[in-house]
DNA sequence: GTCTATACTTGGATAGAC
DNA sequence: GTCTATCCAAGTATAGAC
């Protein structure tokens, strides 16, 4: 039973060749869905983008609703990787909020947030697709949370604020944002935005005093 | 030239027969949308849903699209007429958050941020669709302001915040956790933080003193 | 003027070629 | 095991019936 034949529903085959075959196709997933968004990703287009056949998408990956999800966990693998370091620098609030605002601002020129925005959005329309895609959003409210933690943690303000909705706040706020931002095509008010929470995150450690940020 | 024949481009046309059944597909549309998503918005699930056959929809408004932004207009109309009047009757923050809640709330039962997000998710596969939504979500983000306004204008955090950017951050927030709420069906994250917000804004009235309420 | 039947295009999925 | 040619369903749009 070891080496036999049709492919099964279950994915990822040996070869060296089938797994460029699979990086390209997630490649190119990736690509359409922000450029023509979950409604203009079809097997057809991503696969001519890929400079590959449509019939490839189901052999590799069933359906092209798996294909997008491939396409997903690929985003957030790539953005956990990048920002997964900056997270323990982070001790004070403004610290916090300049971190915050280079991962905004490099994510929305990456896209990473238009992909997890089509996928939820699209998601209504595939049964099943929800669920999946809900799961992998747990990463991205825990790595919230894990910077709020980080740099809220012991001052007063993380006293009054579970971290955990805090998270699932800026979660949504980055999607909102993102958005706003694509559908009007500045990023500017959502940049300005930055500016002012900087502002008050300033005026908040102004208030309670230097005693509130972290000491290593 | 006057009661002449085919059907133009412009739409909107005479019979009390053809306004129903405008309406009809109008309504279905905005059902659809809800339920499916912009992905599963096609004429002939529109119209199955509608009653109605699907070839009424180019007839009445010349493209699926087309009917999808008139389904977007009349979700805005209806969501401005029962709002509209609430606004005047805020007068200081906490009122403010409690009135956000409830407007929320309402929104998120009567999927009336599900359709904005599918919209805005959906413009991207459909040319020429973003710049028609983008004009109709100026009304949302000056009603927003327009609360903000009312209850911050002359209290400190008013002075600090420019209500424009405010306004523009709780649209996004909204389509933010519209999504996020509707991915898991759970609605009580976002709920809770609303009672956090609440907390806060009484926070901060009593540290600005009673004097920073408006007075009419 | 309003609506239905039909034409044509694109999309998902697979049977079969290599 | 990997890929391509082909099938059928679903989509948009219109020509023509009422």
Redesign the pocket.
């Known amino acids: 039973m070891a ?3 049709a ?1 099964s529903n279950v994915m990822v ?3 060296a ?2 797994a460029e ?1 699979r990086r390209l196709l997630i490649e190119a997933a990736v690509d359409v869905l922000k450029s023509d968004g979950y409604a203009g990703a ?4 991503i696969a001519e983008r890929a400079g ?5 998408i ?2 590799h990956f069933g ?2 609703a798996n294909l997008l999800l491939a396409a997903l966990d690929s985003v957030s693998t790539a953005r956990m990787e990048q920002y997964g370091s900056s997270v323990g620098a982070v001790g004070s609030a403004t610290e916090l909020v300049d971190s915050a605002t280079e991962i905004f601002r490099s994510d929305l020129d990456a896209g990473y947030i238009t992909v997890l925005v089509e996928m939820i959005a699209g998601a209504s329309s595939t049964p099943g697709l929800g669920a999946e895609v809900a799961a992998r959003i747990g990463p991205w409210k825990e790595f919230a949370q894990l910077a709020i933690e980080d740099a809220l943690g012991d001052s007063p303000l993380g006293q009054v604020l579970p971290s955990k909705d805090v998270a699932y706040a800026i979660v949504a706020l980055y999607l909102g944002l993102e958005m706003l931002s694509h559908l009007d095509g500045d990023r500017q008010p959502a940049l300005a935005l930055f500016a002012h929470a900087k502002q008050l995150a300033g005026l908040f450690e102004a208030m309670t005093g230097p005693s509130s940020t972290k000491e290593t």
């Open positions: 080496k036999s034949g492919p085959r040996g070869g060749r089938s075959t079809s097997a057809r287009v590959s056949n449509q019939g490839l189901f052999y359906s092209v």
